[in-house]
């Protein structure tokens, strides 16, 4: 399926990978960008360091194209900005806050700029200063999210700016890429599919309680920080929401979720750490490898579309 974002990316499939803090390893981006999509390597509260030793191992993986996703509020943005221009990567997504000081800075070393953004507003902003496509993230994305739903977010963006737009935020399956495709999009971005994916480095219990997921069993922790945080219901988003409510302060919010992904995703505690997901984990049934997952993808959206 060719799409100004599949031209502009040289990819097979209208499929990008999530830049998922600690999930978006080396390799499952290389495996995504072998399967044919856009795998992503995910910077999140990083180090510059580690992100470029990634960089480097997912180079020896695979020959084609892939990205880098820049967390805006990493404490060393500006070092990785920095890394991900010298290191001449095919394209750069960002997340949670505006790229505009660095946008230059990777035009000039030939980098496809792509922020995701969560208003209308931004995605014009971003236009005007340089950006090759937008994605328009739902709140029915995992993680930090903004306050609009995929479904009116995609269509408004669409009509504002002239680049391609990518839709993200509760898409897991074929019927939600054909979505996106009638909403306007022209490739889609997914995070919680491939978070269960073999060559997906997170714990077994994480992968389990995504898969495990019904429809009502995410939460939104963090309204009140203005960091608004979905993930899947456990002990440590029950305690975080009462405090919450309580009007617990900042500083004791932050102490609950410090290092909370990590222990999630690395040490498989589902019960008391940050299991992030979207809505769509209710979708999400079974492990599979990322070539399983892209080809179902397009062969159910192809019969849709009537491709
Ligand atoms: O960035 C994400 N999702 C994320 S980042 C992340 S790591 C993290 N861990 C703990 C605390 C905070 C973050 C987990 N999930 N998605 C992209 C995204 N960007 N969603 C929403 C936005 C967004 C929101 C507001 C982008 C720009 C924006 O406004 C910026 C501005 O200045 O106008």
Redesign the pocket.
């Known amino acids: 399926m060719k799409t100004r974002v599949t031209e502009l990316l040289g990819i097979t499939y209208p499929v990008i990978q999530g830049g998922?803090?600690w999930v978006a390893t080396h390799e499952l981006a290389s495996a995504v960008s072998n399967a044919g999509g856009l795998g992503i390597i995910g910077a999140?509260?990083a180090p510059a360091s580690w992100v470029r030793e990634q960089i480097q191992a997912a180079k020896k993986e695979t020959d084609k194209p892939f990205g880098v996703n820049l967390?805006l509020?990493n404490p060393e943005a500006d070092e990785i900005a920095k890394v991900i221009a010298e290191e001449k990567i095919k394209v750069v997504t960002t997340?949670?806050?505006?790229p505009a000081k660095y946008m230059q800075m990777w035009k000039d070393a030939g980098i496809r700029v792509i922020p995701?953004?969560?208003?209308v507003a931004?995605a014009k902003l971003m236009e005007r200063g340089g950006a090759d496509a937008v994605i328009a993230?739902g709140m029915e994305?995992?993680?930090?999210?903004?306050a609009q739903t995929t479904m009116t977010l995609v269509p408004q963006v669409v009509d504002a700016v002239s680049i391609p737009v990518i839709a993200a935020g509760g898409i897991a399956d074929g019927r939600g890429f054909a979505a996106a495709m009638m909403l306007g999009a022209e490739a889609v971005q997914m995070g919680t599919r491939f978070v269960v994916a073999e060559e997906s480095i997170v714990h077994e219990n994480y992968k389990e309680k995504v898969i495990k997921a019904k429809d009502i069993d995410s939460e939104v922790t963090g309204m009140s920080t203005g960091?608004p945080?979905r993930v899947l219901r456990n002990k440590m988003t029950r305690e975080y929401l009462k405090k919450e409510k309580e009007g617990a302060s900042l500083e004791e919010l932050e102490q609950m979720?410090l290092g909370a992904?990590r222990k999630a995703v690395v040490e498989g505690d589902v019960m008391y750490g940050s299991v992030?997901a979207g809505q769509s984990a209710g979708l999400v049934k079974k492990q599979e490898t990322c070539v399983e997952i892209i080809q179902e993808i397009m062969t159910d959206a192809s019969k849709l579309l009537k491709l």
Do not use: K, R
């Open positions: 998922m803090a999140g509260g967390m509020m997340g949670a806050g505006n995701v953004v969560a208003s931004l993230e994305s995992g993680g930090h999210i903004g960091h945080i979720t992904l992030m």
